[in-house]
């Protein structure tokens, strides 16, 4: 920049994607250092006012509430338009209205969504129970069948989004739930005609009710006998035989002759798509 008629490119502003990349490049680096804005009347200050724009600290050994400074680009003077978490570098004390309050200095907005991932094995993660409120998902990213976990983060354990993570071998259902999305299509897209030109005969919601229906517990024992609980591994069974499932599968079919027929060709092209 010291060469005489040399201009440093001036750079636009980062789009939401690269803002996102950045918060999570810091909040990955600065995990101790993520605070959350006090809720209720967790926050009192000397006058006896309720001070909603406070945060507070993830690690115990920082007790005083925090503040973003007036200057920070996250300031508002609206508190219900402050971030609920942010990532900061360091705190230095300051005076404001005659009083000493510690200002976080380097801030950054944080999606509680991202933390249960970014803290992953560190002691400020808490990882609890299953969510039994909600269902089990199918994530094509992982190929397996994801469960939601209840996770609490920092010293006075937050609460966080439920984290996804694959059901683990003694998680019996997944085989209950891989077969239901397979056939909803949620495994594969080349399935969702399935249910798109109406050739069901049973629906596979139903796998998850545990109905007591044979075609039912013939399909979920076939996948459990195989150890068949993702796409990889389906993949690998039909190319060894390519007709392994159908005899399970074909019983999901209606009775309609045309229906049947239909059925039959979608299962065929998805298996051309999958084994080709």
């Not at 008629?5 to 990955?28: A, C, D, N, R």
């Not at 009347?41 to 925090?66: F, I, M, S, T, W």
């Not at 976990?149 to 006075?156: F, K, P, Q, S, V």
């Not at 259902?173 to 069901?200: I, N, P, Q, S, T």
Request: net charge positive; charged share 30%; aromatic share 8%.
């Amino acid at each position: 920049g010291s060469r005489r008629g040399f201009k440093l490119k001036v750079l636009p502003p980062p789009t939401k994607t690269e803002l996102l990349k950045l918060s999570q490049l810091l909040s990955s680096g600065l995990l101790d250092n993520v605070a959350k804005r006090a809720t209720g009347g967790e926050v009192v200050g000397k006058n006896g006012v309720v001070r909603k724009d406070a945060y507070l600290a993830c690690a115990g050994n920082l007790k005083q509430p925090l503040y973003l400074s007036s200057r920070c680009a996250l300031y508002d003077r609206q508190w219900k338009n402050l971030p609920e978490f942010v990532v900061y570098e360091s705190v230095v004390m300051r005076q404001r209205s005659g009083e000493d309050v510690a200002i976080m200095d380097n801030v950054a907005k944080v999606e509680p969504v991202f933390l249960s991932a970014l803290a992953e094995g560190s002691p400020l993660l808490k990882l609890g129970k299953v969510d039994a409120g909600m269902n089990p998902a199918y994530d094509k990213s992982v190929d397996a069948v994801v469960c939601h976990r209840l996770c609490n983060y920092g010293e006075a354990g937050w609460s966080l989004p439920p984290k996804k993570e694959a059901m683990g071998d003694d998680e019996d259902d997944r085989f209950l739930w891989f077969a239901r999305y397979l056939l909803e299509g949620a495994v594969h897209d080349g399935l969702k005609a399935l249910a798109a030109e109406g050739v069901l005969g049973t629906e596979p919601r139903e796998i998850t009710l545990r109905k007591p229906k044979r075609n039912i517990m013939q399909l979920v024992a076939r996948l459990r006998d195989a150890k068949v609980d993702c796409m990889g591994k389906l993949v690998k069974k039909l190319s060894e035989d390519d007709r392994w499932l159908w005899a399970e599968v074909k019983g999901f079919s209606a009775k309609d002759p045309e229906k049947r027929n239909k059925f039959k060709k979608v299962w065929g092209d998805f298996l051309r798509g999958v084994l080709l």
